[in-house]
């Protein structure tokens, strides 16, 4: 039997969460159900598909990188919200969400696995963003090949200097353009992300740095589910399952 505490203390302490700064998220335990969990869902984002699958699964608790609840605080429970919190009441589900230490751990996290998928090597991590470097440069149509193959879809968005090979590679999964302005110094010559704004464009253009644009949900799928295998050797007794929602963007 695994305890809701047990869980909640395990994952706190394996994902770093006092070390890691987060602006946005409420890490942990952010709907506290049934004490005593055999089942999880693992999932991206606290969707109430998902939230709905889990339920019909008759899980005891779930596990996202996108919870309900954000650090700008609730200030009324609209129907959105309502409806997704009636879900986990009904079932008597915990809901689990870690969002930048799930992007910011060194070995299972959205960055360094994607960095070690795309054949590179992470050699720094620098707030949440991996860099990596490849043994040898890779050119760049071979590159977007290796991000189509791993992320299931072609990149949204792939700036050009297309004759240039890619060798020093930063990494920021989801939302995370902003991030490139905190490791543009270390050298990096492409920079590879979930989504981007209009500014991003320009801005990147003007940094002199080729970016790849590849989904915000396509590049976060990485986290969860590497953190679903490290659960089921640390609690065997557990039983867990990724809940797939795939979203172009």
Not at 119 to 133: G, P
Not at 186 to 202: A, K, N, P, R, V
């Amino acid at each position: 039997m695994t305890t809701q505490g047990a869980l909640s203390a395990f994952l706190h302490d394996f994902l770093h969460v006092d070390d890691v700064p987060d602006a946005w998220c409420v890490n942990g335990v952010q709907v506290p159900g049934k004490t005593e969990i055999n089942k999880i869902a693992v999932g991206v984002s606290a969707s109430r598909n998902f939230l709905q699958h889990a339920a019909e699964w008759q899980a005891d608790a779930v596990l996202v990188h996108h919870g309900l609840f954000w650090n700008k605080g609730v200030r009324t429970i609209d129907s959105l919200l309502s409806k997704r919190l009636a879900i986990l009441y009904k079932s008597d589900i915990s809901l689990f969400a870690y969002h930048l230490p799930l992007d910011a751990h060194p070995t299972i996290g959205n960055n360094a696995r994607i960095a070690q998928d795309l054949q590179a090597t992470t050699y720094d991590m620098r707030d949440i963003c991996a860099i990596a470097e490849f043994a040898e440069p890779v050119q760049f149509s071979e590159f977007l090949s290796r991000c189509e193959t791993l992320f299931g879809q072609a990149p949204i968005f792939a700036s050009p200097k297309e004759n240039l090979p890619v060798k020093k590679l930063g990494i920021c999964s989801g939302g995370g353009a902003d991030f490139v302005y905190d490791i543009v110094a270390q050298g990096i010559d492409t920079f590879l992300t979930g989504e981007i704004s209009e500014h991003h464009f320009h801005e990147f253009a003007e940094l002199d740095i080729r970016f790849v644009v590849c989904g915000h949900y396509a590049t976060e799928t990485f986290g969860v589910r590497a953190l679903q295998t490290v659960l089921q050797k640390q609690f065997p007794e557990l039983e867990l399952s990724f809940f797939s929602e795939p979203c172009p963007v």
